[in-house]
């Protein structure tokens, strides 16, 4: 029986050369460890106090009226699929 080669992912290629990439600028990275370390958490705590804030601003441009509205929407539609599914299920027996 002959194996046939599967074909390798781009997808791949991109992980290995992320993984390269990351070696590479790890050994010659300018900094220590520890500061490195250290900027990449005040990188991140500032990245997250950012994203709270922008989703704060997001939340109060949009009206309470209009989120109301979209969670009565999603109410009905859910409601209307499980009426849908009951009758299917009840005109799917036999009496």
């Known amino acids: ?13 991109v992980f ?7 070696v590479l600028g ?3 990275a300018p900094k220590k460890g520890s500061e ?3 900027d990449l958490y005040e990188w991140g705590r500032s990245s997250r106090e950012s994203g709270r804030e922008f ?12 989120r109301a509205a979209a969670a009565l ?5 859910g409601g209307a699929e499980a009426i ?4 299917a299920s009840f005109d799917g027996k036999d009496h």
């Open 1 to 13: 029986m002959e194996q046939k080669e599967r074909p390798v992912s781009a997808l791949w290629y």
């Open 16 to 22: 290995g050369g992320a993984a390269a990439g990351a």
């Open 26 to 28: 790890v050994l010659f």
């Open 36 to 38: 490195l370390r250290g």
């Open 55 to 66: 989703m704060s601003k997001l939340r109060s441009m949009v009206p309470l009226r209009v």
């Open 73 to 77: 929407g999603a109410m009905k539609a």
């Open 84 to 87: 849908r599914e009951a009758q």
